[in-house]
């Protein structure tokens, strides 16, 4: 498997709920990046990390809780989500931090709070 | 602030060409990305630019003005599977991407 995925594809859960998003890199990347995407509103940056130490943060409420184990693999653990929390959420990386490289995305997961 | 604009959404006709416009104002640049989205999948790379001037690659070009803090996205030969938002991103002086809202590009027949 070639590129960057996520799984799940879709994810419907309750306000009280705890879940987590996860993904993969098959390129030899050094940088993972979480997105936020809302309908009509720019992508929003959530955390990077580069060689597996989170870099930045950008005032992400603590009901996400990002994980990278390794240089390949990135989680995002949800709890106690509220409604606006609801959209799709992009990971990526590139192959290094602080540069001009190319990121490349996954297909995201469509998240719903119920 | 740092902000990205672009039009919110546009039509063409297959076969006819269209131009995306995108301007910004960040603090420093290093470079402006174009990307392809459609609808539920993820967003695919078209193209870099950091030097003033066209680039072309195949159907798409992509030009840059420093100057005017102005890029567009030029898509020749329209066909229906160009029918897509197309994000436009700035590198800012920290090599942070600063991004806009997106332009969703309707092709009818």
């Known amino acids: 498997e070639t590129g960057v995925t996520q799984t799940p594809r879709h994810l419907v859960m309750g306000m009280t709920n705890k879940k987590s998003l996860k993904c993969e890199q098959h390129?030899?990347?050094?940088?993972m990046y979480w997105y936020k995407q809302s309908a009509k509103k720019p992508l929003e940056l959530m955390f990077v990390?580069?060689?597996?130490?989170?870099?930045e943060n950008n005032s992400v409420p603590s009901r996400f809780s990002p994980e990278c184990p390794n240089s390949s693999h990135l989680f995002l653990h949800l709890h106690t989500l509220q409604p606006e929390d609801s959209a799709l959420y992009l990971c990526?990386?590139?192959?290094?931090?602080?540069?001009?490289?190319?990121?490349?995305f996954g297909p995201g997961t469509r998240l719903t709070v119920l | 602030g740092q902000n990205i604009d672009q039009p919110t959404e546009m039509t063409a006709t297959e076969g006819a060409i269209v131009q995306i416009n995108c301007t910004y104002q960040?603090?420093?640049?290093?470079?402006l990305f174009w990307y392809q989205q459609h609808a539920g999948e993820a967003p695919t790379f078209l193209s870099y630019?950091?030097l003033d001037g066209l680039e072309e690659k195949g159907r798409f070009s992509s030009f840059l003005s420093r100057s005017k803090g102005y890029s567009y996205l030029l898509l020749k030969e329209l066909q229906m599977k160009d029918s897509a938002s197309y994000l436009c991103?700035?590198?800012?002086?920290?090599?942070?991407?600063?991004w806009g809202a997106g332009t969703k590009l309707i092709i009818k027949p």
């Open positions: 991103a700035v590198l800012d002086s920290n090599y942070q991407l600063i």
């Open positions: 990390y580069s060689l597996e130490e989170r870099v």
């Open positions: 960040t603090s420093g640049f290093n470079g």
């Open positions: 990526a990386s590139s192959q290094d931090r602080g540069g001009p490289d190319t990121q490349y």
């Open positions: 630019n950091v």
């Open positions: 390129l030899g990347h050094n940088a």
